[in-house]
């Protein structure tokens, strides 16, 4: 089976700066994929090279099986919502569903058309005046009937209130439910994801931290706690993404391949929640200290 | 036989149990309660994605291991249908067992126990007569 994104050595730099360093990833299609990290960490530049919007430094990428935007077919195939669900402010609904029309051959009129209906939205309202999350539904909707294979969501909900949250997040698993689409959605809204996410990529300071299915990386997080120890004495098929310590007691959280079979442990499953969490904090925790030895070096 | 609308799923994500296994929970609870009845069919996954925002997968994850504990089946274009109960003669006794149990919990209230000390209570017995072999 094809990816749908497949990168290698992934890069993108501003000047001295990188925005995404040496990515590589290859996710398989049928997954809605959660692309997570805080502000700043690369989300908008990787959804930008997979969309065509921006040309890599260095390194590849494919999507769906070919060069992002390299031809009007492949820009038929990917769906692009970008952050902010941006819409014409000056135009109608019934203009935005006939521009859809017009540029996409695929565009499924009659969907879009009952979709705006269900939604209550009135045709001549323009754009400029819907709400937010009338302008999101409105976004999504326009992106479904061009009826891609991959939908690429920038932050959709960011701005939405928990109700219009939630009845965007309804159309869009009904959408994958009944049209097999390909999924990858960035959020910072972990609590988003757990609920439609199977796919999981945290990106942090233009790094990819940690990718996979959600269910295996849950099987494959624990965390542990018992009497106070050196992380560094674990056997070494664990790797210690997160620890704290008191005068007594540690807490890890680990990445393990096999059970643990120590008896003085406390072993605890993790939520998703957890489990991110711990792998921006590891990565920003190595920023700083890869700071502040540049710092010692001047 | 009734079509789809028989339950209604929810999800509790403050519970730590994976949205997937509360699936498989609440139908098993329906199954067991008689609320689900043998011809019954299951909300569409469609349905279910569009009623609660979850992953597609998630429903056809705890659908199938329905299927594979032998209490629903799908038949593919159609639907997914019960295909087994679990509530059996015994389902007769509820309603004066729920009565007691109501009377009970009331004498519980008066006597001044709080939820968690008559959940407690009734886990300890439930254990000890467990133990007995008594239940």
């Given amino acids: ?298 | 036989m009734n079509r789809g609308d028989v339950i209604e799923f929810h999800l509790d994500t403050r519970s730590g149990v994976s949205p997937y296994l509360q699936v498989v929970h609440q139908v098993r609870h329906a199954l067991r309660l008689g609320l689900l009845l043998e011809g019954d069919q299951l909300p569409t996954v469609k349905e279910v994605v569009a009623h609660l925002a979850i992953n597609p997968n998630t429903v056809l994850k705890a659908y199938k291991e329905l299927e594979h504990a032998g209490l629903v089946a799908a038949r593919p274009g159609i639907g997914t249908f019960v295909t087994k109960t679990l509530s059996d003669s015994s389902l007769a006794a509820h309603g004066p067992l729920r009565q007691e149990l109501q009377r009970w919990l009331g004498k519980a209230r008066r006597a001044g126990l709080d939820d968690e000390s008559i959940e407690a209570l009734f886990r300890d017995c439930f254990r000890s007569a467990l133990d007995e072999g008594v239940a």
């Fill in chain 1, 1 to 298: 089976m094809t990816a749908v994104l497949d990168t290698e050595g992934l890069t993108k730099r501003y000047g001295r700066r990188s925005a995404l360093s040496d990515c590589t990833l290859s996710i398989p299609s049928g997954h809605v994929v959660g692309l997570v990290g805080p502000n700043g960490a690369g989300k908008t530049t990787l959804l930008h090279l997979a969309v065509g919007l921006l040309q890599p430094t260095s390194g590849t990428i494919e999507v769906l099986g070919s060069r992002p935007a390299e031809s009007p077919a492949q820009l038929g195939r990917v769906g692009f919502v970008a952050q902010e669900t941006p819409t014409y402010e000056a135009l109608s609904v019934a203009d935005h569903l006939n521009f859809g029309a017009w540029l996409n051959p695929s565009f499924d009129a009659e969907m879009a058309g009952r979709r705006i209906d269900e939604l209550g939205l009135d045709l001549r309202q323009k754009a400029g005046h819907l709400s937010g999350g009338q302008r999101a539904q409105l976004a999504l909707t326009l992106a479904i009937a061009k009826r891609p294979e991959l939908l690429i969501l920038d932050e959709p909900v960011a701005g939405l209130d928990p109700l219009a949250r939630r009845a965007f997040l309804q159309y869009l698993m009904e959408s994958v439910a009944e049209h097999e689409l390909s999924v990858i959605l960035s959020s910072h809204l972990v609590a988003d994801l757990e609920r439609v996410c199977d796919y999981l990529v945290v990106l942090v300071a233009s790094h990819v931290q940690v990718v996979g299915e959600v269910e295996g990386l849950l099987a494959s997080h624990y965390r542990l706690s018992g009497p106070r120890r050196d992380p560094s004495s674990l056997p070494s098929s664990q790797e210690v993404i997160e620890s704290s310590h008191t005068e007594r007691q540690s807490t890890m959280l680990v990445r393990i391949e096999s059970p643990i079979l120590d008896p003085a442990w406390t072993v605890e499953e993790v939520s998703l929640e957890d489990l991110v969490l711990a792998y921006m904090g590891r990565a920003s925790d190595a920023g700083r200290v890869q700071r502040r030895s540049g710092r010692a070096f001047r």
